[in-house]
């Protein structure tokens, strides 16, 4: 099946400082989600991407969707304590005569104050 | 306000004891998912009911089932748990089954076997 390569695994950062993830797949995809999942929580959607090379903001979070349709990235400005959690990109694709919705396996935030 | 709602947040069952989780949506959505998610792992689709027709995964195991009475409640019965099904399990909707709709997850019900 599709699989999405969501890195890095993890990050250690400072606050203040600005983050940068990605995913990456071999396939093409028609949405990009974000989302962050805090400790036993269920994952909140961030940001949703929905055509090739959209760059879209929500506060201190910027996604674009890759012009090859099979990329996206997130980054935060600026981190703060209260963004430390998982965050995972889901890619949305059609196959098989039916929409799949892809997961990355996670990047974990650590934000040392 | 909360749209999506999971109840309980923390279940506790015994080895081989059904149980029942549930979820309940205020947004009217026509969509409804059952994600499992092990610890530090991505969430996995179990199974999703688009209105009243269920969707089965491939790989989700027959101990898996579903209902859904309304609109508005979805339920996963584990007929007997075992071990390895310790994990998260999150609800979720979508407005429709279509390329650009936006999941909305509740807060998940975290299930022990003992």
């Known amino acids: 099946g599709q699989q999405l390569n969501q890195s890095p695994q993890s990050m250690f950062i400072q606050e203040g400082e600005d983050v940068s993830m990605n995913c990456t797949s071999s396939s093409i995809f028609n949405t990009w989600l974000w989302y962050k999942q805090d400790p036993g929580e269920g994952p909140v959607l961030l940001i949703a991407l929905y055509k090739a090379g959209e760059l879209t903001s929500n506060g201190r979070l910027t996604a674009q969707f890759g012009i090859t349709r099979k990329d996206s990235f997130l980054n935060i400005s600026a981190s703060i304590p209260s963004d430390v959690g998982i965050y995972f990109c889901?890619?949305?694709?059609?196959?098989?005569?039916?929409?799949?919705?892809?997961f990355g396996k996670g990047t974990k935030l650590t934000v040392n104050p | 306000d909360a749209m999506v709602i999971q109840n309980p947040r923390y279940q506790v069952t015994q080895f081989g004891k059904p149980v029942t989780l549930s979820c309940s949506q205020t947004l009217n959505h026509n969509v409804m998912y059952w994600y499992q998610q092990k610890s530090s792992q991505a969430p996995k689709l179990l199974f999703h009911y688009y209105d009243k027709d269920f969707n089965n995964e491939a790989d989700t195991p027959d101990n898996f089932q579903s209902r859904r009475p309304n609109t508005s409640f979805c339920f996963l019965d584990i007929r007997s748990p075992g071990l390895g099904d310790a994990a998260m399990y999150l609800c979720a909707t979508s407005r429709d089954w279509a390329t650009n709709e936006k999941l909305f997850f509740g807060s998940g019900t975290q299930l022990s076997v003992l």
């Open positions: 889901a890619g949305q694709l059609y196959q098989g005569g039916s929409e799949k919705l892809v």
